[in-house]
């Protein structure tokens, strides 16, 4: 399986060949490349972190959420706290999380 990025947007797309027309902004089959073998199995190698890594993030929406709710609440001095702390957490899980995958986007590690 060849691995085609979009050279307008960097849609990639596995294939045997290119689309004909990107899905995300529709440029014609001309503008994709091939990745070369050490580029595509950068790709293959790093979906599933990033996967991992997009979960992440979304736990640490869901951890944010029942902070603010635990902090709405503020039944006592230690429960304030503790909500406080996760709420803080989760925006640096969040935070660091997003960092990782630019630094994969960087390194030709995403698509």
Not at 58 to 80: F, H, K, R, S, Y
């Amino acid at each position: 399986m060849i691995m085609w990025k979009c050279g307008v947007c960097g849609y990639i797309h596995d294939g045997e060949s290119a689309p004909e027309k990107c899905p995300k902004c529709g440029a014609p089959q001309e503008k994709f490349e091939a990745l070369s073998e050490e580029a595509a199995n950068l790709v293959e190698r790093s979906r599933f972190s990033n996967q991992l890594l997009a979960a992440l993030m979304g736990i640490g929406d869901e951890l944010e959420a029942l902070a603010d709710e635990g902090i709405e609440d503020n039944l006592d001095p230690g429960c304030l706290a503790l909500y406080k702390y996760a709420k803080k957490a989760a925006v640096e899980l969040r935070q660091m999380a997003k960092a990782e995958i630019q630094t994969h986007i960087s390194k030709g590690k995403w698509g």
